[in-house]
């Protein structure tokens, strides 16, 4: 059964700390690692990586994706409130044909204090 | 709003009756999926439609669940016979497959969910 695991479970930091939010996972197919951030509604997309070694950024966000040692990271520097959310990992595979399924880890729960 | 739309957003209903949500996808978009998500959780896969045909189903999915995507629009899930454990927020997402062979993105739409609360 495919997995993802996230940690730390929640995080508290002040405005302008940096975090590092972790995710492994074992998973049969790999096709994508994706990263969500979840305020009180539905997740909203933040990155999708496919290759190993390559970060993707936006703004002050930045992740990375290590396909060897099966693990990402997601950055986050000069954090603000308005970060405090749960960030999704999850990872794409392959369930037989063209069937593809996102398997969700647990979330990381950022608090970000003033 | 061409986003991802969800009906109703909170639903109440008290234990044995039968629920219906309903989704609507981006108009362009020809992959639909239904999530559950709980507190603490993060959302777990449940059934997913390429246009109508129904291609997989999680074994999450109990024969109290049925999904159907009649003509590759908008889907509906049905629960019968509530039960308290089916309390969660049920989130449907929607993705783009260019061709079945060679699908080049799916990253996945959310709606805003809808709340179900069993009493």
């Known amino acids: 059964e495919d997995k993802v695991v996230q940690s730390p479970l929640s995080l508290v930091v002040h405005e302008g700390d940096t975090v590092t939010l972790n995710c492994s996972y074992e998973?049969?197919?790999?096709?994508?690692l994706l990263w969500y951030k979840q305020e009180k509604k539905a997740p909203t997309f933040l990155f999708m990586l496919?290759?190993?070694?390559i970060e993707k950024k936006s703004g002050r966000l930045s992740s990375i994706l290590d396909k060897k040692e099966l693990f990402s990271i997601l950055n986050i520097t000069a954090t603000q409130t308005g970060d405090s959310a749960i960030y999704l990992c999850?990872?794409?595979?392959?369930?037989?044909?063209?069937?593809?399924?996102?398997?969700f880890g647990k979330g990381t729960l950022l608090t970000v204090n003033p | 709003d061409t986003g991802v739309s969800q009906d109703p957003r909170h639903k109440i209903t008290k234990r044995g009756q039968n629920v219906t949500f309903r989704c609507d996808p981006i108009?362009?978009?020809?992959?639909l999926y239904w999530y559950r998500q709980t507190l603490g959780q993060g959302p777990e896969f449940l059934t997913y439609?390429?246009?109508?045909?129904?291609?997989?189903k999680s074994r999450l999915l109990s024969d109290r669940f049925s999904a159907e995507r009649p003509k590759g629009s908008f889907s509906t899930l049905e629960i019968q016979r509530t039960e308290q454990g089916d309390s969660a927020m049920y989130l449907c997402?929607?993705?783009?497959?260019?061709?079945?062979?060679?699908?080049?993105?799916?990253?996945?739409?959310f709606g805003p969910g809808t709340r179900l609360t069993v009493l």
């Open positions: 439609f390429q246009n109508e045909a129904q291609l997989e």
């Open positions: 496919t290759s190993s070694g």
């Open positions: 999850a990872v794409e595979a392959n369930s037989g044909g063209s069937n593809y399924k996102l398997t």
């Open positions: 998973v049969t197919n790999f096709r994508s």
């Open positions: 108009s362009e978009h020809n992959r």
């Open positions: 997402a929607s993705s783009l497959a260019r061709d079945a062979q060679r699908v080049l993105t799916n990253e996945q739409f």
